[in-house]
């Protein structure tokens, strides 16, 4: 039974450092569900202070911050971190942001997240400022 115990003990310490690290299936869906929860909160503070709000998503610095409280979500390395973003935006440039109106509208744009051909889209609508997260799956 001890050398049993002794064998498993010894695979299990050459096998474990071999397995693939990084991030999961579940984290990685859990970092598109914080952005769109950050995004959410952007597009609500906006509706109710009625002002425009603008969320700040900056694919080079793999972060994702939040217009009001500050709030940010990083992205690890092993992430593929891609962002899809109108250039203007109420005839202004917009520089790597999504702006949310007071009317509940907003820029929109979208923001992808993939690793090993699994990955998340998270979707803002333009004309409705509604946020979805979208699974993407084979990529």
């Known amino acids: 039974m001890v050398c049993v115990l002794a064998i498993i003990a010894l695979l299990a310490a050459v096998l474990l450092p071999k397995l693939p690290s990084g ?10 569900l914080q952005t769109a929860s950050l995004l959410k909160a952007d597009r609500s503070v906006a509706i109710r202070r009625g002002v425009q709000v603008s969320t700040l ?3 080079m610095s793999r972060v ?7 709030r940010v979500v990083s992205i690890p390395d092993d992430v593929v971190f891609d962002a899809i973003l109108p250039a203007r935006c109420n005839q202004r ?3 790597s942001t999504i702006s949310f109106f007071a009317s509940g509208m907003s820029c929109g744009g979208a923001i992808a997240l993939t690793r090993l051909g699994v990955g998340y889209e998270i979707r803002v609508n333009w ?4 946020i979805e997260v979208v699974p993407r799956n084979n990529l």
């Open 23 to 32: 991030t999961s299936r579940p984290r990685l869906e859990a970092y598109a």
């Open 57 to 59: 998503v900056n694919a």
């Open 64 to 70: 994702v911050r939040s217009g009001v409280t500050g």
């Open 93 to 95: 440039p917009v520089f």
């Open 127 to 130: 004309l409705t400022g509604g």
